[in-house]
């Protein structure tokens, strides 16, 4: 397999969690008034419910990744995936799509953890952050995409469609990576499957201050997105009134995070991962404040909105990959479990703070400002401890 071919394929197993997400913004009003939800926040489950099994799901997939090999777990992750998917499509009720959106979270899990641990498996330092930031520039062109898909859908059939588009898509990936990917982990670096082995794996990542720190501070900056994410289709349409024009507002807003991501990819190798992702975690910081200083003010006309939203997600390229490259860096000797242990803490703390960002939606953009420059903050102080208090070294 080519460098290409694998860096495609990895930000494809990627961009199924993205395209679960993203393409159903357009349809969640549509799913609520078919399946008897009046309340638009309780609509947002359909999001949460994923990401809940997502996170969740992974601690498993790592343990057995590093016992069994990458390829039939991720294979296996990819058919509940895509399964839970079709089933979905025939939902009665809204407990029905919740549950199957959950299940079918747990095996997007397996997508996510082994991704991850294949880059960490062929490449290290900041070349793993290099290739993960142009993995997360392809993965990127999913929420430019998808909403656009998703209201294409809706406008030829119903929400049930778009569960059926995603089953495809899954099939697609499950076909290629059968194959052509072969098996990334060496004989000698399997771990046995027993209690035992698994606690002192997961005591190796857990007792790492600088994996765990970063873990959490990117659980913090995704916590920013997810709650965008959960509350975007309100704000765009019944704060700004776009209706239709929603997604492609929200694939401007992707195309400069992808943007973002190709400009890390080149510049990592020469700055390093520290000095690019602290300066863009200071700018975001920056940015959120300022934000959330106007608009204290009054509700910003929507040209004003999507500069500090833009000016703030721009940063989002610099730092998620770079801190996922920082915190899998000590850990390559049990790379599938310290996958799963770090995303578990990046998935499902930034689902549950998006959960509450979404959650507290009001009326007006406010609370997700808030969110994102609580959510800055809390980042920055788990970076400082992290690096003992010095940032910008170039590593």
């Known amino acids: 397999m080519s460098r290409m071919e694998f860096i495609a394929m990895v930000a494809s197993l990627m961009a199924l969690n993205a ?10 009003q549509q799913i609520g008034e078919s399946l008897g939800v009046a309340d638009a926040n309780q609509r947002q ?16 997939f790592g343990p057995i990744a590093d016992r069994f090999g990458r390829r039939k777990p991720l294979l296996i992750g990819i058919v509940i995936y895509a399964v839970c998917a079709l089933l ?20 997007a899990a397996a997508t996510r ?36 898909f998703g209201q294409l859908i809706m406008l030829f059939g119903e929400w049930h469609l778009i569960f059926v588009f995603i089953a495809l898509v899954a099939l697609a990936v499950l076909a290629w990576v059968a194959l052509r990917l072969p098996e990334t982990l060496k004989p000698g670096d399997r771990r046995e499957l027993r209690f035992g082995k ?27 997105m997810f709650g965008f994410l959960n509350s975007a289709q309100q704000i765009f349409v019944e704060v700004y009134g776009l209706g239709v024009w929603f997604p492609a507002v929200f694939a401007l807003v992707a195309t400069f995070m992808a943007l973002s991501s190709f400009i890390n990819s080149r510049l990592v190798g020469r700055f390093g991962m520290r000095t690019l992702s602290h300066g863009a975690l200071v700018g ?17 006309p929507l040209w004003l909105f999507l500069v500090f939203f833009i000016a703030a997600m721009f940063q989002f390229g610099w730092i998620g990959a770079n801190f996922n490259a920082l915190a899998m860096e000590p850990l390559g000797h049990v ?19 998006g959960a509450l960002i979404g959650q507290l939606y009001n009326g007006t953009a406010l609370p997700l400002v808030a969110g994102f420059c609580a959510v800055s903050f809390i980042a920055f102080v788990l970076v400082l401890v992290a690096e003992r208090g010095r940032l910008f070294s170039r590593l």
């Open 19 to 28: 395209l679960s997400i993203d393409i159903m913004l357009p349809s969640l």
């Open 45 to 60: 489950l359909v999001l949460s419910a994923y990401v809940v099994g997502f996170g969740g799901a992974q601690l498993f």
């Open 88 to 107: 979905a499509a025939f939902s009665s009720s809204f407990g029905m799509l919740l549950l199957l959106r959950m299940a079918q979270g747990i095996g």
């Open 113 to 148: 953890v082994i991704a991850v641990t294949l880059v960490r498996d062929v490449f290290g330092g900041r070349q793993m952050a290099e290739i993960m930031s142009i993995v997360m520039m392809v993965f990127m062109v999913v929420p430019v995409l998808a909403p656009g």
């Open 198 to 224: 698994i606690m002192e794996a997961f005591r190796i990542v857990l007792s790492n201050r600088m994996s765990v720190c970063y873990a959490f501070a990117t659980a913090a900056v995704f916590g920013a």
């Open 284 to 300: 975001f910081m920056s940015v959120c404040f300022v934000w959330l200083l106007a608009s204290l003010v009054g509700t910003l």
């Open 335 to 353: 790379a599938g479990t310290a996958s799963s242990v770090l995303g578990f803490l990046q998935t499902a703390g930034g689902g549950l703070i």
